[in-house]
């Protein structure tokens, strides 16, 4: 079974220039990462930001966008706010990355995405022409954008794409989930019987299906089973606070409360008890 390819965190824009001379606004970024949802839009990875539509040509999807977020960064000695993403690559851009070809990236941002009113990110482009994209573009755009060259790329009038970065692609293997091997099994068995049962066909399909649910309803309790995780470590932890803060008000002094008076007895002037 083959695993699948997730990329560590990399840097794909910074809040400052764009291919038209229009400027990133730092919400822009923010609203990006907090927005981001594969299941509101899933935004994927596109060669020179070029939609082809065919599926085998060389300007097909090259990979997806998992996750965004943004952090404070450092350019130049000046704090700018960079957006990160984590990406699952295709065998096409794993194999283009190993030949060090598209090593620079740029995001293609819609600042008022559907009717959010907010910032979403909906697409990154991978090229190897970043003067292109952050200089040359860049003056050529402002003085007749109409001619621009990624005119006819955008996702909508208004997105615009960032200036190019270069991106430091690192991929790791992920194991798949264990709904992904069972059905990967199950296909493998029955191309096998295929060959010598051509009435064991009739009921290939259902069991493919019954093989797809199983493999939905096991992610679907991994994810829960991570959450319910994540939930009983951090009630751990808050009892683990709330008794370490009950333990250190037990030994703060009651100042509201009236001192009891030394008691003397006997004529003596001497104290006799002090509780």
């Known amino acids: ?43 994927r990875v596109w060669l020179e930001h070029l939609r082809g539509t065919m599926p085998d040509g060389p300007f097909k999807a090259y990979g997806d966008v998992l996750s965004l977020k943004a952090e ?69 755009s402002a003085q007749n954008p109409d001619s621009s060259p990624f005119r006819d790329r955008h996702f909508s009038a208004d997105s615009m794409f960032t200036e190019a970065l270069e991106t430091r692609l690192e991929f790791e293997q992920v194991e798949p989930g264990i709904g992904v091997q069972l059905l990967g099994k199950v296909q493998e068995l029955l191309r096998g019987k295929a060959k010598s049962e051509t009435e064991f066909t009739a009921v290939s399909g259902a069991v493919e299906a019954l093989a797809e649910h199983g493999r939905t309803l096991a992610d679907q309790f991994a994810a829960e089973q991570s959450k319910t995780q994540d939930l009983s470590t951090q009630v751990s932890t808050l009892r683990t606070e709330l008794a370490d803060l009950k333990t250190s008000l037990g030994k703060i002094q009651d100042f509201t409360q009236t001192k009891r008076p030394v008691i003397s007895g006997g004529g003596s002037g001497q104290p006799v008890t002090d509780c």
């Open 72 to 140: 404070e960064v450092d350019i130049a000695g000046t704090k700018r706010l960079g957006l990160f993403a984590q990406i699952e690559p295709t065998d096409d851009l794993v194999a283009m990355n190993k030949a060090k070809q598209k090593l620079y990236t740029s995001i293609e941002i819609d600042p008022s995405f559907a009717d959010t009113g907010e910032a979403y990110m909906v697409g990154l482009g991978v090229t190897d022409s970043p003067a292109s994209l952050g200089t040359d573009v860049l003056a050529f």
């Open 1 to 43: 079974m083959s695993k699948n390819f997730r990329s560590t965190w990399f840097r794909v824009a910074v809040e400052g220039g764009t291919t038209d001379k229009r400027k990133i606004e730092r919400k822009w970024l923010e609203q990006a990462a907090k927005n981001f949802n594969r299941a509101t839009y899933g935004a």
